[in-house]
C-alpha cells in the first residue's frame, strides 16, 4: 500500500511487517509518543533473556550485573533515544532466540527468529548466520544447515524481488556503499583473492572507534568468546563497510541487532574469565573470590564507559523551547497539508498530508526549527535554510509565526514579498544558550552553534557571559572564539582572534561580561566559544549575536547566490 505520508511504499524502504502489530496501540494513541513507548518496552524487556542467561551460566548475581550493564549499554541507549525505528523490536527477540537454543527448545527458538526476520529484511541475513554458528559452534549441521538455507534464501527473495517489486525501482542506500565498484560480485571476488583489501576497507579511526565503543563498556569480554558473536557478522559488516558515518556510530540505531550477540558472547567471556583467574589460583577456597573479581570487572567496566543516564537524558527535559514548539504546532488546522522537518515530522504526522522538507509539494504549512546545531537529514543544514529563504523570496509562503528559532510558513499564493529582517535576525544573527551545544571535556566548556554560511563581508559578533559563581578575586578566566570544529577529527580551527580576559566581577557578586571581535566572510559563521580551565563551568555563555561591522556586510547575502527583496536594505 502507498505511504501517504512519505509519497512512497511502506515495503520499497525496508521489509518490516511486524510493525502490524503496533497498529492497534497507535489506533487507540495516535501520537509518536505512543510508538517511543513501544520500543522503550521492547528493548527494556530485550535485558530478561540476557539476564537468564548469565544467571544460567553463572548464577543470580551474575545475571543482576549484566541487566545492569544491558541498561547503561551505550547501543541501547541511542536506539532508544533516536526516534522510532522497527529494528529495535528485534533486540527482545534475537535475545530470546539466544537464550531458547542454548536451552534446546528448539521450536521456540525459531519462532523468535522468524519474528525478528519480520522486523527488517538485513537479519535474514542474520539467521542464516546464526545456522553457520549452529553447525561450527554447537555442532548441529542438520539445524544450522537448515537455517543457513531458509535464511540466505528469505534475504535474497527479498532484496532482489519483494522490495524492488514494491519500491519500483533499485533499493535505496546503495550509494552507502559507493566506494565499491562492479557489484556484490566482484567485492566477494576481490576479497577471497585479497583478504587484506577487505579489511583495509572497512578500518578508519571512526570505525576503529566504534568498535571500542562497543565492547569497552562489556569490559571486552566479547574478545575471550568471539564465535559468540558470529550471527551479528552481517550487521557488523554492513555497518563498518558504509561510508556513511552514522552506520558506525553508538547512538544510533544502526547497532541495535548486536546487541543480544555482543551480551551473550560477554556472558561467556565472563565464565572464561572466572575460569582463567581459577587457573592461576586453583585453591578451591579462592573461588568465590575469582567469581565476583570477575563480575566486578564487568560491573566496573559498564560503570566507567556505559552512560550516565541522568546526564544522558538533561537533553530530552521539556524546556522553553519544546513549549514554543507545541504551541506552533497547534496553530496548523487538523485537515491541512505539512511539510516538516525530519525531526519535526512525527509531531505533525496525523495531519492529512506530510512530506519531510526540503520537499514541499505545496504544503498549506511549513514547520521548520533552525534552532539546531547540526547536520539537518537528509542534507545539509545550510540547504534548508536556502530552501526556506527561497520559499520567501518566491513570495508563495510568509511567515505566519516564530518561537524560539521554530518558524511555521503559511502559503499564501500571489501574496507579495515582505521585509523580514527582525524575523530573519532572530533565526539567525542572534543565539541563546539553549540554542547552541554544550560540550565539556576534562578542563573546558565549549559551546557549538549551528555552521551555517555567512553573508560576504565584515561582521562583528559580540559574546556575553555570565558568572554562576563568585570567582576568586584575581583569577584569569580565558576565552578562545573559533570558526568551526572541524569534522570529527576533534581539532579546534582557530579563527582570527583570540581574546584572553577576566570577567570584570566582585568575588560576591555574580554579573555578565561582554566582549566582541570582527571576521571576514565568506566562510562558515562563528558559533563556537570556548572557556578555558573552569571544569565546573562557573561562566557560562548567554548568548552570540552578529551585525555588520561595516558597508561590506549586508544581511541580504543570507539567500544565496542572488539578493532577495524581502531583505530590504537592512544592514
Not at 545456522?131 to 528469505?154: N, S
Not at 559498564?302 to 538533561?314: D, N, Y
Request: net charge positive.
Amino acid at each position: 500500500k502507498n505511504n501517504k505520508k512519505l509519497k512512497r511504499k511502506f515495503l520499497g524502504e525496508h521489509f518490516s511487517p511486524l510493525l502490524v502489530l503496533i497498529a492497534p496501540f497507535y489506533r487507540f494513541w495516535p501520537a509518536p509518543e505512543c510508538l517511543l513507548v513501544v520500543q522503550s518496552a521492547a528493548l527494556a524487556l530485550g535485558a530478561w533473556p540476557i539476564y537468564q542467561l548469565a544467571r544460567f551460566r553463572l548464577g543470580h548475581g551474575a545475571g543482576l550485573v549484566a541487566m545492569y550493564a544491558y541498561f547503561v549499554y551505550p547501543p541501547l541507549l541511542g536506539t532508544a533515544l533516536h526516534d522510532f525505528h522497527e529494528v529495535a523490536l528485534a533486540v527482545p527477540l534475537l535475545g530470546f532466540a539466544i537464550w531458547w537454543q542454548s536451552q534446546g527448545r528448539i521450536g521456540l527458538f525459531v519462532l523468535a527468529l522468524a519474528a525478528a526476520v519480520l522486523c527488517k529484511e538485513e537479519l535474514a541475513l542474520t539467521a542464516a548466520t546464526f545456522g553457520i554458528y549452529l553447525a561450527i559452534v554447537r555442532r548441529d549441521g542438520k539445524t544450522g544447515g537448515a537455517l543457513f538455507a531458509a535464511g540466505l534464501a528469505v534475504f535474497l527473495l527479498l532484496v532482489c524481488a519483494v522490495l524492488p517489486a514494491f519500491r519500483g525501482g533499485p533499493l535505496p542506500f546503495a550509494d552507502r556503499y559507493s566506494q565499491f565498484s562492479g557489484g556484490l560480485g566482484e567485492i566477494v571476488a576481490h576479497a577471497k583473492q585479497d583478504p587484506a583489501w577487505l579489511l583495509a576497507a572497512c578500518w578508519s579511526a571512526p570505525k576503529g572507534r566504534y568498535l571500542l565503543e562497543l565492547l569497552r563498556p562489556l569490559g571486552f569480554l566479547p574478545l575471550l568468546a568471539p564465535l559468540e558473536c558470529l550471527p551479528a557478522l552481517p550487521t557488523l559488516a554492513r555497518n563498518l563497510l558504509s561510508n556513511h558515518e552514522p552506520q558506525f556510530e553508538i547512538y544510533f540505531h544502526y547497532p541495535a541487532p548486536l546487541i543480544p550477540f555482543f551480551f551473550a558472547a560477554a556472558v561467556v567471556g565472563l565464565g572464561r574469565l572466572r575460569a582463567g583467574m581459577l587457573r592461576l589460583v586453583p585453591a578451591v577456597t579462592r573461588a568465590p573470590g575469582a567469581h565476583w573479581a570477575a563480575l566486578g570487572w564487568l560491573a566496573l567496566a559498564a560503570t566507567l564507559w556505559g552512560v550516565s543516564l541522568p546526564r544522558r537524558m538533561e537533553r530530552y527535559v521539556p524546556d522553553a523551547r519544546a513549549e514554543a514548539f507545541h504551541e506552533l504546532r497547534q496553530l496548523i488546522p487538523a485537515d491541512a497539508s505539512v511539510s516538516a522537518h525530519n525531526r519535526l515530522v512525527p509531531h505533525v504526522a496525523n495531519r492529512r498530508e506530510v512530506c519531510t522538507f526540503p520537499v514541499v509539494r505545496d504544503a498549506d504549512y511549513v514547520l521548520l526549527d533552525f534552532g539546531y546545531p547540526d547536520f539537518e537529514y537528509p542534507v545539509h543544514a545550510e540547504t534548508h535554510r536556502q530552501k526556506f529563504l527561497r520559499l520567501l523570496a518566491d513570495g508563495e509562503y510568509r511567515v505566519f509565526a516564530t518561537r524560539e528559532k521554530f518558524v511555521l510558513l503559511r502559503r499564501q499564493i500571489g501574496a507579495a514579498p515582505a521585509p523580514l529582517p527582525e524575523v530573519l535576525d532572530d533565526l539567525f544573527f542572534r543565539y541563546r544558550r539553549e540554542h547552541m551545544r554544550r560540550i565539556q571535556d576534562k578542563h573546558d566548556v565549549y559551546w557549538q552553534g549551528a555552521s551555517w554560511y555567512f553573508p560576504p563581508g565584515r561582521w562583528r559578533a559580540t559574546a556575553t557571559v555570565e558568572s554562576r559563581r563568585s570567582l576568586p578575586a584575581g583569577e584569569t578566566v580565558t576565552f578562545s572564539i573559533h570558526p568551526y570544529l572541524g569534522g570529527r577529527t576533534g581539532e579546534w580551527s582557530l579563527g582570527d582572534q583570540i581574546v584572553d580576559a577576566v570577567p570584570a566581577a566582585d568575588a560576591g557578586s555574580p554579573a555578565e561580561w561582554s566582549f566582541s571581535w570582527e571576521f571576514d566572510q565568506p566562510r562558515r559563521q562563528m558559533l563556537s566559544l570556548r572557556i578555558h580551565n573552569d571544569p565546573r563551568e562557573r561562566l557560562r555563555l548567554k548568548s552570540i549575536e552578529y551585525h555588520p561591522a561595516d558597508a561590506s556586510a549586508t544581511r541580504a547575502g543570507l539567500l544565496l547566490p542572488e539578493i532577495s527583496p524581502i531583505f530590504g536594505n537592512t544592514k
